[in-house]
């Protein structure tokens, strides 16, 4: 996570006195100045930027916009932070690079918030993130009301005084006994307790319901639970028996662990009329055997208090159940530590199992080759076999043939038909496994067949039953937790709190609410506080972020964002709009790298950097506001702002192919039991508002059903009922933003394929031939020609303890990832290092005439990734960069026109400009034959589609209906639709244009 440097011991900035250090200039009119950037494609950029105002960073992806923000502005005020710290805290930290510039004068404390900041501990959730959670903690632990979390009954220690108050609120003449259970549902003969009673002067015990004398032969069932309780004192209500009944109290708390339970006697609803005769002391009657228990329940339950008796405890414990408490306080409530974690998942909420669901992906094959991970393992198929002998089984049997107990016995173990040896399973086997192997890969193939299953103990909320029986104004810290953002504020505005309690959480409700407002403005509202961190979208997370910095209320801060609008619908941008205006008010300058034009139209002062990508770019194109913009002849988005260039509404929607994909009763997460149909042969959009179930839909009901139907190697997803039209489709191909790899050794250059023709052209040199050079000389991923330094990554990783990993360059091949002697090969110049170095434009020329590599380079100019380096590493990538890498990466592939594509939110990250050209590419695949379906919020890709399936209306439990369906123009008539308003809106600007014949 980015620190926030505060830099007042090392900047050249005006002190709050109005003095100035000797030899620094006069800052006082507010101005950042940068003098000579340099970084990336920076051309010595000389700028001034206002403080304390909205300024947007514009420009086509790759014109250095973040180069600029980050790279450069956020990454000197970084290094001064670091500077400032002391040489006990740089050595964890590390020293930072300082960017390519020459001088940067009045630079505030900068804080980045950008989307690679998305947490991958499955602690992490969006209440521990945004510190809701840990305000809720403090408030129930120091509001909150014990119950017990078997009874529900409120815990309360009391003392003495008040149980002797409360008996003598009964009606005079009522009597009762005072007793002290000293075994509560416990098996056992108890023979010694019974000894040591009689002998300290007792004289009546009640067992199991019955008094009795001790006196008498008692002679318990070992086999069977009892309660005793010592009666230890008759009386009458009526005035005077106060002393008494308070030494009666004293002793019975101090025989029962302080619980003392009242048995009023004429109670008409007692069980037990008689219950101080004396009865049969024949050894018949004194048995306590099974029929005479059967009136009481067996374990904790035993006890039930019953409508004559009262029950008093001067512990934190339920004088019912025993069920103890300790004060209660904020440690109580967190799943991260022991003292409020499950005891089961340890406070994770799921376990981690085997799924039979998974290990068996297709149930129709026969048993050898049903258990998916065994199906090409000889070992396997000799533990089915002698599984299939125990059991008397033909393993040419379909699995769904085999008995439930069959079934039963293969997954989980079990005795042969003659009980003589015992099969441990394939479940337990896999978990032996998974549990002992020390070989990583063997372990991630494993892991395809874990699933995370909601702990039966805590049902998922983390917390142990103590915690979780907390209320406050009838309400349980889960219950807030588990429903959305909007209604769990809600809920703490309705609390009904004593005065006491009102007292106490009055501040800590105000922060509360603050927070959760926050997170309403940016349209978070559809969340809940317990989602996981790290099943948000990089967009969610950076909002989050967004909202936490807004509540620290941090005024004269440099903020940093990174296109903050994105997954985020057209409807939601004007709140997410206020909440940047809200953090400029207090006093802050943001700078916002962005594409959306109701942001650049709300900006103060507008950066364009262009004109083009890469080494065309990095010039300021226009500098000012939004009017300078729309003038600036230069710039592209200014072109497309002014309508100078426009991407055109298509005059005429596809017809498509006529058949479809069918998705029947789809009801996962927030799904509503709702019937979808998806044309093909068509651009199909998904859209709908944040949070309404379009991921559900396609990636965890759609793809899982195609994935099933084509390999058979995943299960048919369980949350919908059926889906048509499969046989449509002969590939499926998911397109989203998940990184290319997580090493350096991962490159578009290796990701496309493009790098094996490079090789093949370098191997065939005149000399390497001379040298015998084979095409795995010029792999950095195998021993021979690659820096052995480094392993061939140009770079070393050095571990960073709590922080992230930092890649260091090597020193041996200065980040060339070659030895010397494959550096030697050159092809029309250029060294293999020189080649991973130039841009994807620059490699295009150079291979030109190679048929092998010249398509696969000209797909990825023609996604917009001409200025991306042949050889960067994917880690160095932006999301919306790797999915475009994987879009030409598919795109140069030959075409089925049975193809279906599966694209989540491909504008990521782009311009006006490379919309355009996303839009041309994503035309011509769809006029192959093949079909597109997009997640999008874009409104230029949702108009230019043949067919919108409009999800809604609200998010998270408010969404997963199904809103409107039909054509752009058919959806931007639908009153109900958010997108469809916003849609007819954008149509009326930039209508179809019929072309003339």
């Not at 120091?142 to 409120?154: L, Q, T, V």
């Not at 809920?491 to 409700?509: A, C």
């Amino acid at each position: 996570m980015s620190q926030p440097a505060d830099l007042s011991d090392s900047l050249p900035v005006a002190s709050q006195n109005g003095h100035h250090p000797k030899g620094v200039k006069d800052n006082s009119d507010n101005t950042i100045r940068i003098r000579g950037a340099r970084q990336h494609n920076l051309k010595n950029l000389d700028l001034e930027l206002p403080r304390d105002r909205l300024i947007v960073f514009t420009g086509v992806s790759g014109s250095g916009k973040s180069s600029l923000a980050f790279d450069t502005i956020f990454a000197e005020g970084q290094r001064r932070y670091v500077e400032s710290l002391s040489a006990y805290a740089r050595q964890f930290l590390g020293q930072l690079d300082k960017p390519d510039v020459d001088a940067i004068e009045g630079l505030s404390p900068a804080i980045s918030i950008d989307q690679k900041s998305t947490s991958h501990n499955p602690r992490s959730t969006v209440g521990t993130v945004t510190e809701i959670y840990d305000y809720l903690r403090l408030l129930f632990g120091r509001a909150g009301e014990p119950h017990c979390p078997i009874c529900d009954r409120s815990i309360a220690p009391q003392t003495v005084d008040e149980m002797c108050d409360r008996i003598m609120e009964l009606p005079d003449g009522t009597r009762f006994q005072i007793l002290a259970p000293v075994v509560r549902g416990k098996k056992g003969t108890h023979q010694k307790l019974l000894s040591s009673l009689a002998s300290e002067g007792f004289v009546r015990i009640r067992i199991n319901g019955e008094v009795r004398e001790l006196s008498d032969s008692i002679d318990l069932d070992k086999n069977y639970t009892h309660t005793i309780e010592i009666v230890v004192d008759r009386l009458i209500k009526k005035l005077g028996i106060q002393e008494r009944l308070t030494d009666s109290l004293t002793t019975c708390l101090r025989h029962a662990s302080g619980i003392a339970v009242i048995d009023i006697l004429n109670d008409t609803s007692a069980r037990h009329s008689s219950a101080l005769h004396k009865g049969n002391s024949s050894p018949d009657s004194t048995k306590m055997s099974k029929n005479s228990e059967e009136t009481s329940t067996d374990g904790e339950d035993s006890h039930q208090q019953k409508p004559h008796e009262l029950v008093f405890s001067e512990n934190f414990a339920c004088p019912e159940h025993g069920a103890v408490m300790e004060e209660l306080s904020p440690r109580l409530f967190s799943f991260n530590s022991p003292y409020g974690a499950c005891p089961e998942c340890h406070g994770l909420g799921n376990l981690r199992k085997f799924s039979p669901y998974l290990i068996v992906p297709d149930p129709s094959k026969p048993l050898k080759e049903a258990i998916a991970p065994w199906a090409e393992k000889e070992s396997g198929l000799s533990q089915l076999s002698a599984m299939g002998k125990a059991y008397g089984i033909n393993l040419q049997t379909p699995w769904n043939h085999l008995s439930p107990e069959h079934q039963h016995n293969i997954l989980y173990g079990g005795s042969d038909n003659g009980g003589h040896r015992r099969f441990s399973g394939v479940i337990p086997l896999l978990q032996r496994h998974y549990d002992e192997t020390s070989s990583e890969q063997y372990k991630q193939k494993l892991e395809q067949y874990l699933v995370d299953e909601q702990c039966e103990v805590c049902k998922g909320k983390r917390l142990k039953p103590e915690a979780l029986a907390v209320q406050l104004g009838n309400c349980r810290i889960a219950e807030l937790t588990a429903v959305s953002i909007r209604d769990c504020r809600e809920r703490i505005d309705n609390l009904k709190l004593s005065d006491r309690q009102s007292q106490i959480g009055h501040l800590v409700l105000k922060e509360i609410c603050s927070r959760l407002q926050f997170l309403l403005d940016v349209g978070l509202d559809y969340l809940t506080l317990d989602r996981p961190a790290m099943t948000l979208s990089g967009g969610e997370a950076q909002r989050i972020r967004l909202a936490t910095q807004i509540g620290s209320g941090l005024t004269g801060v440099l903020y940093v964002l990174d296109e903050p609008s994105i997954g985020l619908h057209q409807r939601d941008n004007g709140r997410l709009l206020q909440t940047l205006v809200k953090l400029r008010d207090l006093g802050n300058t943001l700078i916002v790298v962005e594409h959306d034009e109701e942001t650049i139209r709300a900006a103060d002062h507008i950066i364009d950097i262009g004109p083009g990508a890469g080494t065309w770019g990095g010039h300021i194109v226009a500098q000012g506001n939004f009017e300078t913009l729309l003038a600036a002849d230069d710039s592209r988005t200014g072109a497309y702002l002014s309508g100078r260039q426009v991407i055109e509404t298509p005059a005429q929607r596809r017809d498509g192919n006529g058949k479809f994909l069918a998705l029947k009763n789809a009801h996962r997460n927030n799904l509503r039991n709702i019937d979808v149909e998806i044309p093909l042969g068509k651009l199909v959009c998904i859209t709908g508002v944040s949070g309404s179930g379009k991921s559900t839909l396609v990636n965890e009901l759609l793809y899982p059903a195609l994935q099933h139907h084509l390999t058979r190697k995943i299960p048919f997803p369980k949350n919908v009922d059926a889906v048509e039209g499969l046989d449509c489709i002969d590939k499926a191909i998911v397109i989203d933003q998940s990184p290319i790899g997580r090493t350096p050794r991962s490159n578009p250059a290796t990701y496309t394929g493009v790098f094996d023709a490079i090789r093949d052209i370098f191997s065939a040199t005149i000399e390497a031939k001379a040298r015998g050079y084979k095409p795995g000389q010029f792999s950095f991923n195998v021993k021979g020609g690659r820096c052995e330094a480094c392993g061939g990554q140009g770079v070393n990783v050095i571990e960073m303890n709590f922080l992230p990993d930092v890649y260091v360059q090597c020193e041996v091949c200065k980040g060339d990832r070659y030895n010397r002697e494959t550096l030697q090969v050159k092809y029309k110049g250029h060294s293999i290092a020189d080649v991973l170095n130039m841009t994807i434009e620059e490699a295009a020329e150079v291979f030109k005439n190679i048929p092998k590599a010249a398509p696969r380079l000209k797909t990825l100019i023609d996604v917009g990734l001409g200025y991306v380096h042949l050889g960067q590493t994917a880690p160095t990538l932006s999301g919306g960069e790797a999915q475009r890498v994987k879009l030409a990466s598919e795109l140069s592939r030959r075409a089925t026109g049975k193809t279906l594509y599966l694209i989540d939110e491909p504008t990521t990250g782009l311009s006006f400009y490379d919309v355009h050209k996303l839009l041309d590419v994503l035309q011509r695949l769809v006029d192959k034959g093949n079909s597109i379906l997009v997640i999008e919020h874009n409104l230029d890709v949702i108009r230019c589609a043949d067919w919108v399936i409009d999800l809604g209306p609200e998010g998270g439990d408010k969404g997963g209906e199904l809103i409107a369906i039909g054509t752009p123009e058919e959806v931007a008539k639908n009153s109900r639709s958010y997108t469809g308003q916003y849609l007819q809106q954008v149509l009326q600007q930039h209508p179809a244009k019929v072309k003339s014949e």
